[in-house]
């Protein structure tokens, strides 16, 4: 049977084949915008879940990129929207395609006269079908309700996609993109070492790890979406703990105020981007709560995860297996079954409501 753990480790291959067929992927794009590339001047995303993870990741790049404002919202936050700018690109990211609200929130726009571009797996999805263009993340199907590779999947298309319209409006040069495209390679290269080492770091810790009561994930630019999809991740697969992902800065304020005895915090770093914001509240966590960990770069100790960051661009993609993977194997550990889409029984909260199309 193929395991979560499988899905984290096809991430780079996934990701390998975005990158070399990136044109390819982001065509739709191209024959959307052709008319009204001029126009544009914003880019609006809307999603759920690991999909609104996946789009607070990759909103910093967009914007490096295309050279336009991007902004993300939740769908329930769109919904109640009473001003739509008619020259933004408004993208709707679902991994599965059939979420309920944001297929309802494509209609909206549509009957808004708003340009609408999905971002799914499947092309015959509600929301690919219902947008007027749609960019598919390459995943060919996930196994597994937890987003792995898709979710990361999602991101690299959002960067994409930013891509191919810096191309058009003239704000990215062909030599830049293909520097782009080759940073993003390096990244995937990074891709399976992280991994393993993350499973050889878990092994060294988890009988300490496997005692805590609430996991704590901050992360700043991109890595705060790592740090948001890192809580996500451990709270549906692991089911035992509390997890939470904050800012980097803004998880100094009053939430730190609430940590206990039995709390880890997780402070994800390239080693550059508020490195001593990271390190002090590590030093905090390992000196007042018991536990406190970098996953990343230039690590506080060696109980640390410490792993190479290749990628100056890319840097979402060679962190993230780092929390997938703890979040698999703190289920591992405690025998909580992690079961397949096609095999797991309908959880509890389905007798109260449904996100989702079931398709």
């Not at 080693?271 to 914001?277: A, N, Q």
């Not at 007042?288 to 890319?314: H, K, M, P, R, W």
């Amino acid at each position: 049977m193929v395991t979560m753990l499988d899905c984290i480790r096809r991430t780079a291959k996934v990701a390998d084949y975005m990158f070399d067929n990136s044109v390819e992927v982001t065509d739709a794009v191209e024959k959307l915008l052709k008319d009204r590339i001029s126009e544009i001047d914003e880019i609006i995303m809307v999603g759920s879940g690991s999909s609104h993870n996946a789009i607070v990741t990759a909103t910093p790049f967009m914007e490096k990129v295309s050279n336009l404002q991007v902004h993300g919202f939740f769908p329930n936050t769109f919904l109640n929207k009473t001003v739509f700018n008619k020259n933004a690109l408004y993208i709707f990211a679902s991994q599965s395609g059939t979420s309920k609200l944001v297929t309802d929130m494509i209609v909206k726009a549509n009957e808004n006269g708003l340009l609408t571009l999905a971002v799914t797996d499947d092309a015959n999805s509600p929301i690919a079908k219902e947008a007027k263009a749609h960019v598919s993340i390459c995943v060919n199907g996930e196994e597994y309700g937890y987003r792995t590779v898709g979710f990361c999947a999602t991101f690299l298309a959002l960067q994409l996609i930013a891509m191919r319209i810096g191309c058009m409006n003239g704000f990215l040069s062909r030599e830049a993109y293909e520097a782009y495209i080759a940073d993003g390679k390096k990244a995937v290269k990074n891709h399976p070492d992280v991994v393993e080492r993350s499973l050889k770091w878990f092994e060294s810790r988890k009988d300490v790890l496997k005692n805590t009561r609430t996991h704590i994930f901050y992360g700043s630019g991109d890595l705060y979406g790592i740090a948001l999809e890192g809580a996500l991740k451990l709270l549906e697969v692991a089911k035992l703990y509390m997890a939470i992902g904050y800012e980097q800065e803004d998880g100094l304020h009053g939430p730190c105020l609430g940590f206990v005895k039995g709390d880890v915090v997780i402070a994800l770093s390239d080693g550059v981007r508020d490195r001593e914001l990271a390190h002090s509240v590590v030093r905090f966590s390992k000196n007042e709560l018991g536990q406190g960990y970098i996953f990343g770069c230039d690590v506080e100790d060696d109980t640390d995860l410490a792993f190479n960051i290749c990628s100056e661009n890319f840097k979402a993609l060679e962190v993230a297996p780092a929390v997938e993977v703890l979040s698999y194997m703190m289920a591992v550990i405690n025998d909580i079954p992690v079961e397949p889409i096609a095999t797991r029984k309908p959880h509890p909260s389905s007798k109260y409501f449904q996100t989702h199309s079931g398709r």
